[in-house]
């Protein structure tokens, strides 16, 4: 006669092999749909969010991370954001940097799910998976909230590949953009790049009734350093003031190659009056800047035109009113930022000469 609790633990057995068989059979189907999305993604927030769904349908996790590492910049995407904290605490002791240096994303999900700033998590219990790890480092950080089963590991295995594969096109793709943004010399955009970014910079701007400035830079007497110098000194010259510009601007900023000598920075979120202090920092670094080339050292001064957008519709306004104000820097002597300081009144213009102010109607120095 069969022992009853032997039959009954068969039974037992037997129904928990059938609904692990369920359930591995549901997670491999929501896989395999969410695997077909990930491919289809063309951007990497897309790709994560796609990634991020096909995991909180599987496991039900309480936090989702993922690190994407280029030389120095870090970017970090994280779910919920209401773990920012602890999550860019524990991966700076994993993979190193500065948190400051951390670009941070999060998802935009339709439901949204109520956390409070007191919920505790165990950010040690942590599960990571290295994605990418070559030009690029990328891991993936999960903290299920369901118990990890065997089939799990295959599941994750194959979200990585496929993370891997979509990540790696679409990387080199940007890279491929970027490049054909770039101008080669002075690593600053072109000014078909500029034209395509700052027309959504100026959407935003007032969309968000946000200020945005930009500063048209011309460096002075040019065509005489490749007269004199030869046009490889030129050259040098331009690569020595963009150096001067990319490191005086904040990440958010960017520098274009406007023209032959002349360079447009963009800053978002600037106002005019901030806009000129910086003119008036930049002016003061390339007018003691030396270039050093063949032996002989040259020295250069670059003019500066301001514009804020203020009330103005599209970028060829800006753009026209900061190269108006350039004429007037460079008609006045050169070496000068127009305006020089704030505010300006009505036809008036201030522009820097030297040591001293000087103000004069906008019709004389037209």
Same mark, same amino acid.
């Given at each position: 006669?069969?022992?009853?609790?032997?039959?009954?633990?068969?039974?037992?057995?037997? %129904? /928990?092999?059938?609904?692990?068989?369920?359930?591995?059979?549901?997670?491999?189907?929501?896989?395999?749909?969410?695997?077909?999305?990930?491919?289809?993604?063309?951007?990497?927030?897309?790709?994560?969010?796609?990634?991020?769904?096909?995991?909180?349908?599987?496991?039900?996790?309480?936090?989702?991370?993922?690190?994407?590492?280029?030389?120095?910049?870090?970017?970090?995407?994280?779910?919920?954001?209401?773990? %920012?904290?602890?999550?860019?605490?524990?991966?700076?002791?994993?993979?190193?940097?500065?948190?400051?240096?951390?670009?941070?994303?999060?998802?935009?999900?339709?439901?949204?799910?109520? &956390?409070?700033?007191?919920?505790?998590?165990?950010?040690?219990?942590?599960?990571?998976?290295?994605?990418?790890?070559?030009?690029?480092?990328?891991?993936?950080?999960?903290?299920?909230?369901?118990?990890?089963? =065997?089939?799990?590991?295959?599941?994750?295995?194959?979200?990585?590949?496929?993370?891997?594969?979509?990540?790696?096109?679409?990387?080199?793709? *940007?890279?491929?953009?970027?490049? /054909?943004?770039?101008?080669?010399? =002075?690593?600053?955009?072109? &000014?078909?790049?500029? +034209?395509?970014?700052?027309?959504?910079?100026?959407?935003?701007?007032?969309?968000?009734? /946000?200020?945005?400035?930009?500063? *048209?830079?011309?460096?002075?007497?040019?065509?005489?350093?490749?007269?004199?110098?030869?046009?490889?000194?030129?050259?040098?010259?331009?690569?020595?003031?963009?150096?001067?510009?990319?490191?005086?601007?904040?990440?958010?900023?960017?520098?274009?190659?406007?023209?032959?000598?002349?360079?447009?920075?963009?800053?978002?979120?600037? +106002?005019?009056?901030?806009?000129?202090?910086?003119?008036?920092?930049?002016?003061?670094?390339?007018?003691?800047? %030396?270039?050093?080339?063949?032996?002989? =050292?040259?020295?250069?001064?670059?003019?500066?035109?301001?514009?804020?957008?203020?009330?103005?519709?599209?970028?060829?306004?800006?753009?026209?009113?900061?190269?108006?104000?350039?004429?007037?820097?460079?008609?006045?002597?050169?070496?000068?930022?127009?305006?020089?300081?704030?505010?300006?009144? /009505?036809?008036?213009?201030?522009?820097?000469?030297?040591?001293?102010?000087?103000? %004069?109607?906008?019709?004389?120095?037209?």
């Amino acid at each position: 006669m069969i022992n009853p609790i032997k039959k009954l633990l068969d039974q037992a057995l037997a %129904t /928990a092999a059938l609904v692990y068989k369920i359930v591995r059979g549901i997670d491999y189907r929501t896989l395999s749909l969410y695997i077909l999305k990930i491919n289809e993604q063309k951007d990497i927030d897309s790709i994560l969010f796609e990634v991020s769904q096909c995991l909180k349908d599987i496991l039900d996790y309480e936090l989702f991370g993922f690190v994407l590492k280029n030389g120095s910049e870090t970017d970090v995407w994280i779910d919920p954001r209401v773990y %920012t904290s602890p999550f860019v605490d524990y991966v700076a002791a994993d993979i190193g940097g500065q948190k400051s240096d951390y670009k941070l994303h999060y998802f935009d999900r339709k439901i949204v799910e109520i &956390r409070h700033n007191n919920d505790i998590i165990d950010i040690n219990s942590l599960i990571s998976y290295k994605v990418i790890d070559n030009q690029y480092v990328s891991k993936l950080y999960i903290l299920p909230k369901r118990m990890m089963m =065997t089939h799990h590991d295959t599941i994750i295995s194959t979200i990585i590949s496929s993370i891997s594969i979509a990540l790696e096109k679409n990387l080199n793709i *940007m890279q491929l953009e970027n490049a /054909a943004a770039m101008d080669p010399l =002075t690593n600053c955009y072109n &000014r078909r790049a500029l +034209s395509g970014f700052i027309g959504n910079d100026i959407a935003f701007a007032q969309r968000h009734r /946000a200020e945005l400035s930009v500063i *048209m830079v011309d460096l002075d007497d040019f065509k005489e350093i490749n007269d004199v110098y030869g046009h490889l000194a030129g050259d040098e010259v331009l690569r020595c003031v963009s150096l001067v510009l990319h490191e005086s601007v904040r990440k958010c900023d960017y520098l274009a190659r406007y023209g032959g000598e002349e360079f447009m920075l963009v800053l978002p979120d600037t +106002s005019l009056y901030h806009a000129v202090q910086l003119a008036h920092k930049l002016r003061k670094k390339i007018s003691e800047l %030396t270039v050093c080339m063949n032996g002989k =050292t040259i020295r250069t001064t670059a003019s500066f035109g301001v514009a804020g957008l203020e009330n103005k519709s599209d970028h060829m306004s800006l753009f026209q009113e900061a190269d108006e104000r350039l004429y007037k820097a460079k008609s006045v002597g050169k070496n000068n930022v127009v305006p020089s300081m704030l505010p300006c009144f /009505a036809d008036h213009y201030f522009v820097s000469q030297g040591q001293a102010l000087v103000r %004069t109607r906008a019709t004389q120095v037209a």
